[in-house]
């Protein structure tokens, strides 16, 4: 898959000493690895900071990383490994889940906020879901499937292209377009008083 | 931020786009924080169409784990070498210059041999000396390319260095030699069966004294 090599492509730049690259990967993958970590601990506020932990960890492992399994699968192990040994500190069990380490995206869905979750948090987190899936709703016939293609289904912006007869170019920017629509909407969400935009990084 | 790099990012996010836009757009990323925030954002879009679920929108991990990876030492793979390639050309690039040296140095050191020992404060760049010739016996050449030489000028000097004209050519180029070079050239100089070492190469401004 594509965006595994290019995930490669940034570790190999990490890996002769390219910070920007590790940056970039911190970027893609912090939504995912807080999601993860929040699993294990709610409240948020603590969750970012395990979720930093588990990337500095991971940053200061990724000279010794081969390549033999994706990039986001070793994080997100990391990530784990990090918070149950942040639980085993603060002496509380872990909430349960049946996590598969081998895919790291398949993380279960169904746990909701507890306690510990501001309500300025969970207010946030719904608005982004809503705002996401109703800009989509909205995008016109080709931008909806090009963004559906590459995101859901994980295709090649090459494999999308014989899917939509139509240029990779065109899938390129029917891709990005679609991101920009749906971005802009959030952006909207950020400003409107759940976030400042300069929160959400 | 104009609509091409952000398509950029967005083909970055994806892993589609060629190795030198890469390098060029982290470079950017870098230090346009408005970017940052857009591959933050198109990174949640993604995980939020993906789980379809709470994502939480991470607020600080980004910029906490930047400045703390900005505090880290240099981390390089024992992985990641030199591509064999690489190593040979420099391999070659140095070896290249120091036979470029050395053959220099042949060079010059013939040049001052072929001096006339006459006149030992001349400065080796305005030397008059007769201009060298290829003479070769054209004839024969044909026959016998070895026989091919050239004929070094006319002098009347014993076939070793000139100590003056040496010392001179040692002070003048001091500051490029090397401190072996220095050492070595300057224990023979001092050395020099005559004792007519004219030169004090310690002197401030490089001359030597008649």
Redesign the interface.
């Known amino acids: 898959m594509r965006a595994e090599a290019g995930d490669i492509a940034l570790v190999r730049r990490v890996q002769k000493g390219d910070k920007a690259a590790f940056d970039a990967l911190v970027l893609k993958y912090q939504h995912k690895v807080l999601k993860l970590v929040q699993r294990y601990v709610r409240n948020p506020a603590e969750a970012e900071d395990i979720a930093q932990e588990a990337f500095i960890k991971a940053y200061r492992a990724l000279p010794a990383f081969r390549g033999d399994s994706a990039f986001y699968t070793w994080l997100y192990r990391i990530a784990i490994n990090t918070a149950k040994n942040a639980l085993v500190a603060s002496r509380r069990r872990p909430v349960s889940y049946d996590l598969d380490l081998q895919d790291g995206t398949q993380v279960q869905a169904h746990a909701r906020l507890s306690d510990t979750e501001t309500p300025e948090a969970l207010a946030l987190t719904d608005e982004i879901r809503r705002t996401v899936n109703e800009a989509i709703e909205a995008l016109p016939d080709d931008l909806r499937l090009a963004i559906v293609l590459r995101e859901l289904e994980g295709l090649s912006y090459e494999d999308i292209a014989k899917t939509m007869e139509c240029p990779v170019g065109t899938v390129r920017s029917r891709i990005f377009r679609a991101r920009e629509a749906i971005d802009r909407s959030l952006r909207e969400v950020f400003d409107g008083g759940l976030g400042r935009i300069g929160d959400i990084e | 931020m104009t ?1 091409r790099i ?2 950029q990012l ?8 060629p ?1 030198q836009e ?1 390098a060029l757009l ?2 950017r ?2 230090r346009d ?1 408005e970017l ?31 400045a ?3 505090r ?1 030492p ?7 070498r030199l591509p064999r390639r690489d190593a040979l050309l420099r391999s070659l690039a140095g070896l290249a210059v120091a036979s470029g040296v050395a053959f220099g140095a042949v060079l010059i050191v013939q040049q001052v041999d072929s001096q006339d020992p006459a006149a030992p404060d001349a400065v080796l760049a305005q030397t008059s000396d007769p201009p060298i010739e290829p003479v070769s016996d054209a004839a024969d050449a044909a026959d016998d390319p070895a026989r091919i030489y050239v004929t070094p000028p006319a002098t009347d000097a014993p076939g070793r260095i000139a100590p003056a004209q040496l010392a001179n050519y040692l002070v003048a180029h001091y500051g490029y030699a090397t401190p072996l070079v220095r050492r070595s050239v300057g224990a023979g100089l001092m050395s020099a069966p005559d004792g007519s070492v004219l030169v004090d190469v310690a002197a401030p401004e490089g001359k030597a004294d008649p």
């Open positions: 609509d952000k398509e967005s083909t970055f996010l994806d892993g589609e786009l190795e890469t982290l470079k990323l870098e924080d940052r925030g857009a591959l933050s954002r198109y990174s949640l879009i993604g995980a939020v169409l993906r789980n379809d679920g709470d994502v939480p929108a991470a607020r600080q991990v980004a910029a906490r784990v930047s703390a990876i900005a880290e240099l981390r390089v793979s024992a992985f990641v």
